[in-house]
């Protein structure tokens, strides 16, 4: 049984010594549920006295050949991966429900099997006929891949044992069940310890496990920000439900890049691979509108080039609303305070909204000038050119500074036809790649050039 004093908070992770029914950490009610031990026995007893084995020490110099990697044959998967998949390795694949999850890792496993790896596809979620369906509608169902309905722990660690897989995709980690843990499945202890033993396994045996883990509604993979340190990679699918791109991101990475991210397009036959993002994310454009903006971004390595929208419009509410899709709030919170304190621009009594589209979220500080346009554009109701793209960071003074690979933006800007744009001064300088450049360094001279004002 659990030692008394150790609660934990499903959403966030947080640790307490008693229950309360709102977490102190996130604010979220409810979330607060007694902690199971990861197995039952002396695990949690002092160690004593008894003398334990020297650990072995080494240099760093040994010249250690790099992982091996198989490759899934879709590049954009592979990327993310940093290249492939690494043997002994565990990976967690969180997204919400509905988003895709299934479909990518079930069109993962057959080509992963077609690579010649020995793999299960272990779902707690639906039926085995269920999932041969989806098998053969995408065309899969040719793939060696071995499939099981299970939820017990305990059956499937002894069947992989027994078995020894190379990859076993376990879909999800929230159905799987530990009958030595005294909670609920899904619960954050049940979570933790599936988690513990199935990346255990794969250390042990060299495995790779991929977990399919489901978000909460803020976000985060359900119970276990203690299970993303446990594992090797984390990655998430996301993407908006009305729209068909999906972003496959990897927040974590031992074994390559994080932030890394692939682009997918549901289609009636499964996931397919978008080789240029930026081609599909600005196809919806249409002639130039106040508001709308094309930032150069960067997503990991690769040049993104997206469409901001901004709606401003007087507020018929006492407090007015600032609503963001794809974009951080506190960073929108910002813009518009420097818009007011440094060029004398007010948003009050306006309603502001900010919408990156295409369903792709955007982490980049890069975006401050092209939002600052988006926003300036919409509330002057004049549009933009529309061959020109707008990146760069604000700084609280209302300084521009500038941002890493310039070059690469606009590149990328030009093989999509745009011929110019601005940005900060300042910055190493490299090629144009063919387009004209309009450097600035403040916003309030960007607002006095571009808008006529300020
Ligand atoms: P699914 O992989 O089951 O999502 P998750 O495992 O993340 O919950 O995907 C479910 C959605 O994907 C479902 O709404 C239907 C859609 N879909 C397609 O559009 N095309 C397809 O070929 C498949 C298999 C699913
Ligand atoms: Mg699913």
Known sequence: MAKPG?????????????????????????????????????????????????????DLSANEAPPPRTGSGMAELDRVLGGGLVPASAILVGGDPGIGKSTLLLQAAARFARAGLKTFYVSGEEASTQIRMRAQRLGLADAPVKLAAATSLRDILTTLEAESPDLVIIDSIQTVWADNVDSVPGSVSQVRAAAHELTTFAKRKGASVIMVGHVTKDGQIAGPRVVEHMVDTVLYFEGERGHQFRILRSVKNRFGPADEIGVFEMTGGGLAEVANPSELFLSGRGDPAPGSVVFAGIEGTRPVLVEMQALVAPSPHSQARRAVVGWDG?????????????????????????????????????????????????????????????????????ALRPVGQTENRLKEARKLGFTSAILPSGGKSGGNGGVSLTRMSDLTAFVGEVFGAG
């Open 6 to 58: 150790t609660f934990s908070c499903s959403a966030c992770g947080a640790s307490f010594s008693k229950w309360s029914g709102r977490c102190d950490a996130c604010g979220e009610w409810n979330t607060i549920s007694e902690d199971a031990p990861l197995s039952s026995g002396p695990a949690s007893k002092s160690l004593g006295t008894k003398r334990g084995r020297p650990i072995t020490l080494t």
């Open 330 to 398: 506190a960073r929108l919170a910002m813009v518009l305070a420097v818009l007011e304190a440094r060029c004398g621009i007010p948003f009050a009594g306006l309603d502001v909204y900010l919408n990156v589209a295409g369903g792709i979220k955007i982490s980049e500080p890069a975006a401050d000038l092209a939002v600052a346009a988006a926003l300036l554009s919409a509330r002057e109701d004049s549009s933009l050119p529309s061959e020109t793209v707008i990146f760069g960071e604000i700084s609280l003074s209302g």
